[in-house]
């Protein structure tokens, strides 16, 4: 199985939300980064937090200094971006090895992830994958994850769920009426709510052991 981890945006919790799939499949997992933005060499960077969270097996395609989008990043590098044709290639590789696959985007659907405007929506698209959207809690949640899924649906592509990436200790009104509203205007259920600083619970078996209560089903 192949499965695509976009967001709504930025900083909405996609590593997070991506470890903790990783730790609740089964059988051999391998996540995968295609593009890393805004790190240096030796830094820690997402996959590099997820193999800690959750234990499994994690690649990172490409590292660009700068933290912008993908192809910004690497025009200001002076770098070609692999095609979103070579991505899913090496992607499908990694599929034949392991029971799932999942792949972490940058920002949102439409980040572009070569260097000739192939976006994460096309890479998706190029694998056949199951797509999970991450989302924010607060105000301004619904019209942002309504034109992800807008997006994704232009392409024949259906979410297979959503999932908030950081709810806070204390949420307000908007919080808390976003969980009702977030399935019922956008028809995709809510499969998981992840609390605030989840990513700080250090090693993977205490991740792994959390993991459960923040999925619905």
């Known amino acids: 199985m192949i499965l695509v981890?976009?967001?709504?945006?930025?900083?909405?919790?996609?590593?997070?939300?991506?470890?903790?799939?990783?730790?609740?499949?089964?059988?051999?997992?391998?996540?995968?980064?295609?593009?890393?933005?805004?790190?240096?060499?030796?830094?820690?960077?997402?996959?590099?937090?997820?193999?800690?969270?959750?234990?499994?097996?994690?690649?990172?395609?490409?590292?660009l200094p700068d933290p912008l989008a993908p192809d910004t990043a690497a025009e200001r590098a002076?770098?070609?971006l692999p095609s979103v044709a070579d991505h899913a290639e090496r992607i499908r590789g990694l599929a034949l090895l392991h029971d799932t696959v999942i792949v972490e985007g940058a920002?949102?659907?439409?980040?572009?992830?070569?260097?000739?405007?192939?976006?994460?929506?096309?890479?998706?698209?190029?694998?056949?994958?199951?797509?999970?959207v991450v989302v924010a809690a607060g105000l301004g949640t619904l019209n942002h994850t309504e034109l992800t899924v807008g997006?994704?649906?232009?392409?024949?592509?259906?979410?297979?769920?959503?999932?908030?990436?950081?709810?806070?200790?204390?949420?307000?009104?908007?919080?808390?009426?976003?969980?009702?509203d977030l399935p019922r205007v956008t028809g995709v259920p809510l499969l998981a709510v992840i609390p605030?600083?989840?990513?700080?619970?250090?090693?993977?078996?205490t991740f792994a052991a959390a993991v459960p209560g923040w999925f619905t089903a």
Do not use: Y
């Not at 920002?107 to 190029?126: K, N």
């Not at 908030?164 to 200790?169: A, H, L, N, Q, R």
């Not at 605030?196 to 078996?205: K, N, Q, R, T």
């Open 5 to 63: 981890v976009t967001g709504t945006g930025t900083g909405v919790g996609k590593t997070v939300v991506t470890a903790a799939l990783a730790a609740r499949a089964t059988g051999s997992v391998m996540v995968v980064k295609p593009v890393q933005t805004g790190v240096l060499p030796g830094e820690v960077g997402d996959a590099d937090d997820v193999r800690r969270l959750a234990g499994c097996e994690v690649t990172e395609f490409v590292r």
């Open 151 to 180: 997006a994704l649906r232009g392409r024949g592509i259906e979410p297979a769920g959503l999932i908030v990436g950081s709810w806070p200790g204390d949420p307000g009104l908007a919080e808390q009426c976003n969980l009702a």
């Open 196 to 205: 605030e600083g989840a990513g700080s619970l250090g090693d993977h078996a």
């Open 78 to 80: 002076g770098v070609t």
């Open 107 to 132: 920002g949102g659907v439409l980040v572009r992830l070569d260097s000739a405007g192939g976006t994460l929506l096309d890479l998706a698209e190029a694998l056949a994958a199951s797509v999970v």
